[in-house]
Nanobody
């Protein structure tokens, strides 16, 4: 019943920006949300995460300073703002929901209970 739907992906040139949305429905409670990405031919990797209230979040070093995560619980939506995009950011981006407490870093993939289907981000010069 719980579902996550990503949107906001697309084709952009290097240096441009995109804002991804993760819309949650059918959840009994507000969940922690993580963003992951999977470049072509590579494994899925964690990008960012945010806790239930939005008071705690983390960003992986490879995108730190360019990406930010936020949430609007009134809209059941978590955002990933991506600025200064680079070709190496090209990937399918996924959001995931989990319940485990985290501190000092994001939970690993195995700790998430629900996943969206992904949205394609392509950065091409």
């Amino acid at each position: 019943q719980p579902q996550l739907v990503e949107s906001g992906g697309g084709l952009v040139q290097p240096g441009e920006s995109l804002r991804l949305s993760c819309i949650a429905s059918g959840f009994d409670y507000i969940y922690n949300i993580g963003w992951f990405r999977q470049p072509p031919g590579k494994e899925r990797e964690g990008v960012s995460c945010i806790n239930r209230s939005g008071s705690r979040s983390f960003i992986t070093d490879s995108v730190k300073g360019r990406f930010t995560i936020s949430r609007d619980n009134a809209k059941n939506t978590v955002y990933l703002q991506m600025n200064s995009l680079k070709p190496e950011d090209t990937a399918v981006y996924y959001c995931a929901a989990g319940t485990l407490y985290f501190d000092g870093g994001c939970p690993p993939r195995r700790d998430y209970d629900y996943w969206g289907q992904g949205t394609q981000v392509t950065v091409s010069s």
